[in-house]
């Protein structure tokens, strides 16, 4: 990871790793059994769906649309944008009122700026017993103000995967440059994504999380609750971007404009040792045709530090072990329906078939369909993954490390409000001016810092603030 070369051999210990080491006519009910019926209630219809382009995510929403014809009768038609202007593009057609879209798949942390504009799927929710809703654990990264106005089809974790063959090598300590150098040994340190719209803001705040979030404290990570001071560039915030610097030294040539997919296929091509991503690079190494590393990679949460700062306090804190908190960074993708959409109930019936449990598990069992594991059936059917070739023991530190993450009560929550786009774009912009060397750490954040404040000022301050402390269960302010 971007540690220092130092802290680096002791988190490898600390982890082992260096020993080794339906009434409502809107449910589609079973879709298996769907299949056998000729009935196509929606044929000669057309359901237009937007998301990124591909692969991820825009592979599993077209592999949906046969099947969903074959089910329904409705053609579907996926349009795809480049991540960093899918969220422009949708907000453009909110405002326009425009009706393009029936379906959006999209970041659940933009849920507070779609909320005005998308239905409240709950009351369907509630009455969709083929989506068997207490089978999905990411079912509050669809929710907005107490409602449920997004269907998860996705979950997200930025975790740690190693290369357990070199990692295990005894003379690890001996050789320390023989991977995490120069790369002269055939292989780098580590690989991290640093491109300006290719979801860089979630890898930077992957270095800041453990040195910024005292477990049970809600906020360190983004914004004091309180008064919505932005905490970016505090202490903890500024050693997470030095980390993210040095890691650059580390990493192959031209990591500084790898996105994430980047990462994915270099790990998968056996370019470094260490890795940090969603859960999509092990999958893809194991799965994919033409992996170097299938059979040798481990998972495990982020590398944690003892040395925490406490917002709250204005001190660092002294923690008596690592303190490697989950980071549910992103929040996983979700299926919204617009307004406008010219068929509602069909447009439910796709984010239903997509989120269903037979087709997520096949998604989520694929390599680079971009959507991971948000089911509890989609880490106890371990049989759908070993079917589907995923080695041992790699596949159990992957489950584990996943739902250990999925399930920690105190996992820090992604960054959900209104302008979170904009706050994202304000972080990759500054952090990229301190991995280029045209400013420091800290400047740059202090840079972050006032377009937050900006960014704020123009929503309007206290609204932004109600929002925040919903988005935390805080409650509202009075």
């Known amino acids: 990871m971007s540690m220092k070369r130092h802290e680096f051999l002791e988190r490898m210990g600390a982890l082992g790793v260096g020993a080794m080491a339906s009434g409502s006519g809107l449910t589609l009910l079973d879709p298996e059994a769907a299949f056998a019926s000729r009935s ?6 057309t359901l237009t769906v937007i998301t990124q382009n591909g692969p991820p995510i825009a592979s599993a929403a077209t592999a949906a649309a046969a099947p969903f014809e074959k089910l329904t009768g409705a053609k579907v038609k996926v349009i795809t944008a480049p991540f960093s202007a899918l969220y422009t593009k949708t907000l453009a057609e909110f405002v326009s009122g425009g009706g393009t879209y029936d379906v959006i798949l999209g970041p659940s942390s933009w849920l507070g ?21 207490n089978d999905v654990i990411y079912q509050r990264n669809g929710q907005w103000a107490g409602r449920q106005i997004a269907i998860p089809v996705d979950g997200d974790n930025q975790l740690m995967y190693y290369r357990r063959d070199i990692l295990s090598d005894k003379s690890l300590s001996a050789a320390y440059n023989r991977f995490f150098g120069d790369g002269k040994h055939g292989i780098h340190g580590v690989a991290e994504a640093y491109r300006h719209g290719g979801q860089a ?16 404290q809600k906020g360190g990570l983004f914004f004091d609750p309180k008064d919505l001071n932005p905490l970016i560039n ?9 980390n993210y610097v040095e890691a650059v030294k580390y990493g192959p040539p031209g990591m500084i404009n790898w996105d994430s997919n980047e990462v994915r296929q270099q790990f998968k ?16 190494g194991e799965l994919e045709k033409g992996t170097k590393v299938k059979g040798e990679i481990g998972t495990a949460l982020l590398p944690g530090t003892k040395r925490v700062w406490n917002y709250k306090t204005g001190k660092w804190q002294n923690m008596p072990t690592l303190n490697r908190p989950a980071w549910l960074a992103f929040g996983g993708w979700a299926g919204t329906i617009p307004k406008t959409s010219h068929n509602v109930e069909l447009a439910y019936k796709y984010l239903s078939f997509v989120a269903s449990p037979a087709f997520s598990l096949k998604m989520v069992t694929g390599a680079n369909t971009g959507m991971n594991p948000y089911r509890f059936s989609h880490f106890t059917n371990v049989n759908a993954w070993k079917k589907v070739g995923y080695p041992e023991p790699d596949l159990n530190l992957y ?13 820090v929550q992604d960054l959900r409000m209104p302008g979170a786009a904009s706050f994202q774009d304000a972080v990759e912009v500054g952090a990229g ?12 954040l202090d840079g972050i810092a006032s377009a937050w404040n900006q960014i704020n000022s123009q929503k309007g301050t206290s609204k932004q603030l109600t929002a925040y402390r919903a988005s935390l269960n805080i409650g509202a302010t009075r």
Not at 270 to 284: E, R
């Open 399 to 411: 489950l584990a490390a996943m739902k250990k993450s999925d399930l920690d009560p105190h996992a």
């Open 40 to 45: 196509r209630p929606h044929a000669g219809q």
């Open 269 to 284: 091509n056996g370019a470094t040792v260490l890795g940090i991503d969603w859960d999509d690079t092990p999958i893809i």
């Open 433 to 444: 001016k301190a991995v280029s060397g045209q400013s420091s750490p800290k400047a740059a």
């Open 201 to 216: 803001f979630w890898y930077y705040m992957s270095n800041c999380v453990a040195h910024c979030t005292v477990p049970g």
């Open 234 to 242: 505090d202490p903890g915030h500024v050693e997470g971007l030095k």
């Open 113 to 133: 700026d779609y909320s005005p504009y998308v239905v409240d799927l709950t009351d369907m929710i509630h009455k969709d017993k083929s989506l068997k809703w």
